[in-house]
């Protein structure tokens, strides 16, 4: 046999003896959370069946279970002072098997619930169940619910079955209770519902928050499988089989489903919720949807909603369909007076279908839309399939726990304080060589240079460890340096797999540049990032918290200039996949007991800049920065949706050119040219610039601005009252002011805009007014063109 053939089977042996276990059950553990009250006693990784739980399916698991989330210094729901918390972070760990539950799992601040991929456990709710979910990631107590809703951040459940069929049909049960906000998801869980009718099974319960991601869920059963509402989601890979409802939009501002698939359902979609908005009796609970490449097969009605001749809001449950495929399904769509759009017993593929505001080039008119339009061009190197490529998030699972090594091993600390620079480079460059997966163990790794990332790397945390960019290296906004760097050479290539990190900075480094991305990837196999975040200040460990950026202190704070931009992608990298990345200059402390607003400086968001492209963002959020959230300059072919950003909370006072004067280099806005005349609010950061680039498609974005001067006044919404001026634009394309910028051209469903006059610039002339397009908390322009 030739060598390879030999190592081929020898994996393949080792694979199969491996089929039931798991690395990261094995893997030694010792993740440390430096900041917590009991130092090095505090526990990160918890195996619940080292806390009692049974899992032989008799047994009663429930305490056993919350005793292994509960136990240690955490940050308890409802308990006074724990609003959220980053010192306390835990993995709850499911090896194979069958728990039986009489009560809800409760996941406290910062908790990841993750099962074993292999042989997934089974939690299994008791007939006589109490509580809201099987899990409740956010239980209602004596706050309501006790975590605020949009503050739940670093949280994820994965590999793990839901059951709730020992439960009647009739009576109300749910798989989890999930109201959260950046940086959380649900991967590869399994919901056993149950398939009788009535039915009162649900299997993901979101009322509110703003998230957030889901994906790789199946489910079998209820009325309806998803009950959710929220400012907005990500959603992907969703499987439905037998569900009355499939899913039921309970509201929001906008919200992407991609590579959905109903099964035998009653309804696929139903997005026809009213309520009395700004005073209207039955007006349209629903904001916008964006669904995408998905299949509804054997189900009387697609789609539901509250869009008609008529609907308050205005722009109220726009709606755009794009490469929905349906196999018997006799209405399409079902609006409220009729049969809005025919189905088929046979099967049709609806390419391209809208409801609501429309925009093309050149009009600053928007067109009432309902009916087919164009679908929008697909750049070959985004699609596989004919649907845009999507990668899940590796976990690894036919990897043994030799083919993994540790950063503790190898000598870093993680304690926040130690240099772990060398020990951290040395590892990563050992392990990629040797082909192993480099695990970053819990923990807060202080590095004072650039960590440099080579082609080839694979890096997994276990929660959400840090890298800290500390010190003198990264003080300089003149000569700014990347903390962490991806492709070590100007034009390598090759492929990096990057998941579960936080990359942050300590104290005053106005010159660090938190994520550099230099490599080069083909369009067929990109590199990924998936739940790699930036957190700039507001945590333990970071000195930019209440004590130093309060936002009482005397403004700018040099203390508190703390990012020179977050992530820049270069012109020469290429081939990126990013799956729920947030992008976040701290706008509160997470340790405050009262999650007190803090003043901190980020220069900028997300610059790219690939001259190539070939770059998705799915579920990606970018908040807080000086100058611009997210920019695109000389690139092409990006998918992106759904994407989210904050103003800063302090602007106009200072303005966006505070601390951070614009370099005409790194095309910088000119605010100088284009705030010229205008008002004072013009001085505020924008959301999104597409600077000469091509095939931008936006499959739903939402860019919010609350405040001026930390007070909401501006975008204050009642029935008597309808504020919407924090800043006079948010969303510029080929806007130069002194430089010149042309020939972009994008395609854009689903736009969500809060407090900004203009909701989009072209050439420095706003063409899509939020006055002419109100929803019912957002604005919304459904489809923008300029091809
Ligand atoms: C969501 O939370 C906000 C803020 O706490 C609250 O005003 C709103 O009523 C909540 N919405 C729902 C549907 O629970
Ligand atoms: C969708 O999810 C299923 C179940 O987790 C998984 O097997 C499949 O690979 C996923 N597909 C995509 C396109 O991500
Ligand atoms: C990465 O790209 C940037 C921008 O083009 C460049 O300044 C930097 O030198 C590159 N880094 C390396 C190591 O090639
Ligand atoms: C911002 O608000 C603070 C507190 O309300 C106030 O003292 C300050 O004068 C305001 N600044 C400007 C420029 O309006
Ligand atoms: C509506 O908002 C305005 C401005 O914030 C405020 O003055 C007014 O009292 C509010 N009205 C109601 C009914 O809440």
């Known amino acids: 046999m030739k060598l390879s053939l030999v190592l081929t089977t020898y994996l393949g042996l080792v694979s199969q003896v491996l089929a039931q276990t798991y690395w990261y059950e094995t893997i030694t553990h010792q993740g440390v959370a430096p900041y917590n009250p009991q130092g090095t006693a505090y526990q990160v990784f918890r195996n619940v069946k080292l806390f009692g739980a049974k899992g032989d399916g008799v047994t009663d698991d429930t305490a056993a279970i919350n005793a292994a989330i509960s136990s240690g210094s955490r940050c308890v729901e409802g308990a006074p002072g724990c609003q959220s918390s980053t010192t306390s972070p835990a993995v709850v760990y499911f090896p194979a098997g069958t728990y039986l539950i009489s009560s809800s799992i409760l996941p406290y601040y910062m908790t990841q619930l993750i099962g074993n991929p292999n042989n997934m456990p089974v939690l299994k709710a008791t007939a006589s169940f109490s509580g809201l979910g099987l899990v409740d990631g956010d239980p209602y107590g004596s706050a309501n619910p006790d975590y605020g809703t949009t503050n739940v951040f670093y949280r994820q459940v994965r590999n793990l079955v839901f059951d709730t069929t020992n439960i009647p049909a009739g009576t109300a049960a ?28 649900v299997g993901v319960f979101i009322e509110n928050g703003s998230g957030g991601f889901l994906t790789d869920l ?45 099964n035998n359902c009653g309804t696929g979609f139903d997005m026809s919720a009213v309520g009395t908005v700004d005073g209207h009796a039955n007006g349209a609970e629903v904001g916008s949807v964006i669904f995408i490449d998905s299949h509804i097969s054997n189900t009387p009605i697609g789609f539901k909603t509250a869009r008609g001749s008529g609907t308050y809001p205005p722009t109220g449950a726009s709606m755009a369909l794009e490469n929905v495929v349906l196999s018997n399904v006799p209405t399409a769509i079902q609006g409220p007076s009729g049969v809005t759009l025919a189905g088929t017993s046979g099967t049709m593929t609806i390419a391209a279908y809208l409801e609501g505001n429309s925009y093309t080039a050149g009009s600053s008119t928007p067109t009432s839309t309902s009916g087919s339009v164009n679908a929008f061009p697909r750049p070959a190197g985004l699609v596989s399939g004919g649907e845009y490529y999507t990668r899940s998030k590796p976990q690894y699972q036919n990897l043994a726990v030799s083919q993994f090594s540790s950063v503790r091993s190898a000598g870093a600390k993680g304690d926040g304080v130690t240099d772990d620079s060398a020990a951290i480079q040395s590892i990563i460059n050992s392990a990629t060589a040797a082909g192993n997966v480099v695990y970053f163990d819990a923990g807060i790794y202080k590095v004072t240079t650039t960590i440099s990332i080579p082609p080839g790397a694979k890096l997994v945390g276990e929660t959400y460890p840090l890298i800290m960019g500390s010190g003198s290296f990264f003080s300089n906004m003149n000569n700014p340096q990347p903390v962490v760097q991806v492709g070590s050479a100007s034009g390598q290539s090759g492929i990096v797999e990057w998941s579960d990190m936080i990359v942050s900075t300590q104290g005053a480094t106005e010159g660090a540049i938190l994520i550099e991305w230099n490599l080069s990837s083909g369009a067929s196999s990109p590199s990924g990032m998936w739940d790699v975040h930036t957190r700039i200040g507001g945590f333990t460990g970071s000195n930019l918290q209440v004590a130093q950026c309060a936002t009482s202190a005397a403004q700018p704070n040099t203390n508190c200039i703390a990012a020179f931009q977050s992530m820049h992608i270069t012109p020469v990298a290429s081939g990126l996949y990013m799956e729920n990345v947030w992008l976040w200059s701290a706008d509160h402390d997470i340790d405050d007991p009262s999650d007190t607003q803090v003043t901190i400086y980020s220069g900028r968001g997300l610059l790219v800049e690939s001259t190539t492209g070939n770059i998705w963002l799915i579920g990606t959020a970018v908040e807080h920065h000086t100058l611009y959230q997210y920019q695109f300059t000389n690139t092409q072919n990006i998918f992106m949706g759904f994407i989210q950003t904050e103003t800063p909370y302090y602007q106009p006072s200072p303005g966006a050119t505070t601390p951070f004067s614009p370099v005409a280099s790194r095309n910088d806005p000119d605010f100088s040219v284009y705030c010229a005349g205008k008002d004072i609010t013009c001085n505020d950061a924008w959301a999104l610039r597409i600077l000469s680039s091509k095939n931008i498609l936006v499959y739903g974005a939402g860019l919010y601005s609350f405040f001026n001067n930390y007070s909401t006044t501006c975008s204050d919404h009642n029935d008597t009252t309808y504020n919407e001026n924090c800043q006079t634009q948010i969303f510029g394309i080929d806007e130069g002011g002194s430089q010149s910028y042309s020939g972009s051209t994008i395609y854009l469903y689903g736009l969500n805009t809060l407090g900004t006059v203009s909701m989009i610039d072209s050439g420095g002339v706003s063409i899509a007014a939020q006055s002419d397009n109100t929803n019912a908390y957002a604005e919304t322009v459904a489809m923008y063109v300029a091809s």
């Open 218 to 262: 199946v489910f079998n059963g209820g009325s309806p499988a998803m009950n959710i509402g929220s400012q907005q989601f990500t959603t992907r890979n969703l499987t439905f089989e037998n569900s009355v409802t499939a899913i039921n939009q309970i509201w929001d501002w906008g919200w992407t489903y991609m590579g959905v698939s109903i």
């Open 174 to 201: 749910t798989g989890i209770h999930w109201p959260t906000a950046q940086a959380t998801s649900l991967q590869n869980c399994v919901f056993h519902l149950s398939q009788a009718n009535p039915n009162s099974h």
